[in-house]
């Protein structure tokens, strides 16, 4: 049976969902002049459940090219509502180990610590999703090309060799829409229609760990703590987990780990769970304002691609959503795709821009992945082995908590501070970047070394007071050039023949040595470098067609 469409949309890209990773696509897109269409299920400024609490040093980075990053940065906690990692016998109780964090207030200032040692113009963020998101959703309403469609859902699509056709519905009248774009992404979270549709399939670890999160309205908690902090740790034998401040006065989210002994959320006591965590007796008042019990996994999508469809974030991989990561990917795959979809639709981009959006974000997803998973699993052994004597007074008491605390701050610092995560991870396998045969740093999860070698992240220079290189940085292709003698102008001329945008930063090799001893690198949109050498290409026409994706 034919159903009558109500109304036709035509874009260039049509983005499923207007969570952070989809509203980031699309802002990132818009910024190139692409025509954007975001369908997103719920109502205009209605907010997300309180999920993600932190943005990521380049996600924070990717912000401030959109010119959000200032607001996103005043939004969330008090300004001097420490953003610390406490370790605690329960969230009332004894204190075990802290990691320090800046608050927003003296994140700029503060020095010492291991979150304070970040190259990078924009530090981590630590803020819930319902702030964050609203600040996107109004930034990319106000863009010119981008519209956002609330209350709408996908029902199908199709693809041809020419773009992609969705039926949606209307879920306030529901009538019925056709939208037809060249390409179409989904970025509709881990029960993905959109993959469903191209027929991916995740793979990897089904249970990581179970966690009952409740979202409280608790007013008299906050001065029933001694030393406030952003995230709390329980250690104690009865019941273990972890609260998260969203307002730093009021509300918080409660995670209680349930034991591998306890498969079904309903029948573990939930305010009995809560009452456990936080130390606080029966009488303590307290109000549920949600629920969102979860399963942590490790599972990522067999293909990020289908021929014009593709998945981003939490469509295409889910993991323990340890510090964020799972947006902050999410994110970092949305920027990656934008800068390839732009130059496809220019016409400069070629087959194998497109072809490297997979092979650079699938295998570092899978990577990232595993850290998460790595970190869950040794979290989980620590909180099953919470010793009996952690709150007795004397010297077996004292001893169990001094263990407990050091064990928690090694194993949790890095994730909390996670540099290497970061900026760390490198593309080694990529169709459209020149490989000159030396190989990339490792890195763990906090620490990383800066590298120039082609894949990683150009190494962050100040190129003056509170003025980042990355602010320089094009949207497509950036050549820093950094010795006058060398000769540049047959490669800009080979990227103008092709039509790929490319700008020339000129940089004093004396005020930029992180970037030695190369006087020239080619830098993507995205921070990773794409090509070096010391001196100019003998073909620049095939350099430049290798990146751009098209062999000629």
């Known amino acids: 049976m034919t159903v009558a469409i109500d109304r036709r949309i035509d874009t260039e890209v049509f983005v499923v969902g207007?969570?952070?990773?989809?509203?980031?696509?699309?802002?990132?897109?818009?910024?190139?002049?692409?025509?954007?269409?975001?369908?997103?299920?719920?109502?205009?400024?209605?907010?997300?459940?309180?999920?993600?609490?932190?943005?990521?040093?380049?996600s924070m980075e990717i912000f401030r090219g959109f010119g959000v990053a200032d607001a996103v940065r005043d939004a969330g906690l008090p300004p001097d509502y420490p953003h610390d990692v406490a370790y605690r016998t329960t969230t009332t109780g004894i204190e075990l180990a802290r990691i320090s964090i800046p608050s927003r207030a003296a994140r700029a200032s503060a020095t010492g610590g291991p979150d304070t040692w970040w190259p990078t113009p924009e530090p981590p963020h630590r803020i819930n999703q319902i702030y964050l998101e609203p600040i996107l959703f109004e930034h990319a309403a106000a863009m010119a090309g981008l519209t956002l469609l609330n209350r709408t859902t996908v029902l199908q699509l199709a693809q041809s060799d020419r773009g992609v056709t969705a039926t949606a519905e209307d879920l306030d009248t529901g009538g019925r829409l056709e939208i037809t774009s060249r390409y179409l992404v989904g970025c509709d979270g881990g029960r993905s229609a959109v993959r469903r549709a191209i027929g991916a399939t995740l793979h990897g670890d089904p249970v990581v760990q179970r966690v009952q999160s409740t979202v409280i309205r608790a007013p008299g908690l906050l001065a029933k703590v001694d030393r406030p902090a952003w995230g709390n740790f329980s250690f104690n034998p009865r019941r273990c987990g972890n609260v998260y401040a969203i307002d730093g006065r009021q509300t918080w989210l409660v995670h209680n780990y349930l034991r591998t002994d306890e498969p079904d959320f309903d029948a573990v006591d939930r305010d009995l769970g809560i009452r456990l965590i936080l130390g606080v007796p029966a009488d303590f008042e307290y109000e549920v304002v949600g629920r969102e019990d979860w399963i942590g996994r490790r599972l990522v999508a067999d293909r990020f691609r289908d021929r014009r469809v593709f998945l981003c974030g939490d469509a295409a991989h889910i993991w323990v959503p340890n510090a964020g990561y799972g947006m902050n990917a999410g994110i970092a795959d949305a920027t990656n795709l934008a800068f390839a979809l732009a130059g496809a639709l220019a016409g400069w981009a070629g087959p194998a821009a497109l072809d490297a959006y997979e092979a650079e974000r699938l295998p570092i997803t899978d990577q990232v992945s595993r850290f998460a998973m790595d970190t869950a699993n040794a979290v989980n052994a620590q909180v099953r082995t919470v010793p009996a004597e952690i709150e007795q007074a004397?010297?077996?008491?004292?001893?169990?908590?001094?263990?407990?605390?050091?064990?928690?701050?090694?194993?949790?610092?890095?994730?909390?501070?996670?540099?290497?995560?970061?900026?760390?991870?490198?593309?080694?396998?990529?169709?459209?970047?020149?490989?000159?045969?030396?190989?990339?740093?490792?890195?763990?999860?906090?620490?990383?070394?800066?590298?120039?070698?082609?894949?990683?992240?150009?190494?962050?220079?100040?190129?003056?007071?509170?003025?980042?290189?990355?602010?320089?940085?094009?949207?497509?292709?950036?050549?820093?050039?950094?010795?006058?003698?060398?000769?540049?102008?047959?490669?800009?001329?080979?990227?103008?023949?092709?039509?790929?945008?490319?700008?020339?930063?000129?940089?004093?090799?004396?005020?930029?040595?992180?970037?030695?001893?190369?006087?020239?690198?080619?830098?993507?949109?995205?921070?990773?470098?794409?090509w070096r050498a010391t001196a100019a290409p003998a073909d620049p026409l095939a350099l430049v067609d290798l990146l751009r994706g098209s062999r000629r």
């Not at 002049?33 to 990521?56: D, F, L, Q, Y």
Request: charge should be negative; glycine fraction near 10%; include cysteine.
């Open 18 to 58: 207007a969570g952070p990773v989809g509203l980031t696509l699309a802002m990132a897109l818009a910024r190139r002049g692409v025509a954007v269409t975001v369908a997103e299920t719920r109502h205009r400024a209605e907010p997300p459940s309180p999920k993600c609490n932190h943005v990521s040093a380049r």
């Open 394 to 530: 004397g010297p077996a008491g004292d001893a169990a908590r001094e263990r407990v605390g050091r064990a928690a701050y090694e194993l949790n610092v890095n994730q909390f501070c996670c540099g290497g995560l970061n900026f760390g991870y490198f593309y080694d396998a990529s169709p459209i970047i020149a490989y000159d045969g030396e190989t990339a740093p490792g890195y763990g999860m906090y620490d990383f070394t800066p590298s120039t070698v082609p894949g990683c992240r150009v190494p962050h220079v100040w190129l003056g007071e509170g003025h980042s290189l990355y602010d320089e940085l094009g949207l497509s292709y950036t050549l820093l050039h950094r010795d006058p003698s060398v000769e540049v102008s047959g490669l800009v001329a080979a990227a103008a023949r092709r039509g790929v945008p490319l700008s020339v930063l000129q940089l004093d090799p004396l005020r930029s040595p992180e970037l030695d001893p190369w006087p020239l690198l080619l830098v993507r949109a995205d921070q990773h470098v794409a």
